[in-house]
């Protein structure tokens, strides 16, 4: 089985190969009305094709191309509602002779809209009746039988995956814009600034360096909410060290409290690095993974300290 398993994929791999020499210039075209088009991407398909189409419609979306998914059986009992004038319609079918979908281009005729077809049939009634065509080709299904659409709808995906790219460049998507789109899961922490994450200035006590221990652990328990660290700063209010009630308690723990008429700068920690708030969050990790450091000051626009982020919080599993 495992032969057979590495087989289907080698078999899929070549297909796409092919492919990548068969597209001609019409993927351009269509990324050109795409670009160009005030109205969005209503990708349609049947089966296995609505399927991939879902997928095609999520990568255009999620890479800035406005895009949404149609079934074409709805569509023909009231859902054609949402196709409005200047959408363009991405139909996909490797035979090109779906009946439901042939159904929903005729209706869709009546508006102003661009039709384009993914297929493997290029002389296809769906071909025929597209303005754009991408021909995928005939292709061999890795299926045993020969039936079941799975090459085909490989090649499907992939074609998906290369116009939503296209058109991504082309609009100059940023990690700024991707960020805006991905904002929840592991990818959304990646993508978060160092500012959304950050314990600003006005949640965290701030000390003098000659400030004595016990007041500045008085005023941290007390602080809301009781984050167990302060920042030390001159009289510029130049942060020069982070004071973590952690740190000093493992001291208390291991049979040497410190003194407590001691100034905090004996117990602070000197800021290894700062970080601007503006950063990516995951400048921030690998700033802690480089150095064996709990928190780091954040600076603004004009080097002011503006808040503290900490390791915890950055590391912490999503």
Not at 47 to 53: A, C, D, F, Y
Not at 65 to 74: E, N
Not at 92 to 97: T, V, W
Request: hydrophobic residues 45%.
């Amino acid at each position: 089985m495992l032969e057979r398993a590495k087989a289907i994929i080698r078999q899929e791999a070549a297909a796409l190969q092919t492919l990548s020499n068969r597209i001609d210039d019409h993927i351009c075209v269509l990324a050109d009305y795409i670009f160009s088009s005030t109205g969005i991407v209503i990708v349609c398909g049947v089966g296995k094709s609505r399927l991939i189409g879902e997928k095609i419609s999520a990568i255009l979306a999620s890479t800035g191309t406005r895009s949404i998914t149609l079934d074409p059986v709805d569509a023909l009992h009231g859902d054609l509602g949402r196709v409005r004038a200047g959408d363009v319609i991405l139909a996909l079918s490797n035979s090109g002779e779906t009946a439901e979908l042939m159904q929903l281009i005729r209706a869709i005729r009546q508006l102003p809209v661009i039709v384009a077809a993914i297929t493997g049939r290029a002389t296809s009634s769906l071909a025929q009746a597209a303005d754009v065509v991408i021909n995928i080709g005939s292709i061999q299904e890795a299926c045993a039988l020969g039936l079941a659409p799975t090459t085909s709808a490989t090649a499907m995906a992939v074609i998906g995956d290369a116009l939503a790219l296209l058109l991504q460049e082309r609009r100059g998507f940023t990690r700024h814009d991707f960020a805006r789109l991905h904002p929840g899961g592991s990818l959304g922490r990646e993508l978060m600034r160092v500012r959304d994450l950050m314990w600003p200035l006005e949640v965290i006590p701030v000390f003098r360096p000659g400030t004595p221990l016990s007041l500045a652990l008085l005023y941290m328990c007390r602080a809301s909410p009781n984050l167990g660290v302060a920042a030390v700063v001159d009289e510029q209010c130049n942060v020069v060290g982070t004071l973590n009630g952690d740190s000093i308690g493992r001291l208390a723990e291991c049979g040497a409290p410190p003194d407590l008429s001691d100034p905090v700068e004996r117990h602070m920690q000197p800021p290894l690095n700062t970080i601007s708030g503006h950063a990516f969050l995951d400048q921030a990790a690998q700033l802690f993974r480089q150095h064996e450091i709990e928190l780091i000051p954040v600076l603004d626009d004009q080097d002011k300290f503006v808040g503290l982020i900490s390791r915890q919080d950055v590391l912490k599993p999503c």
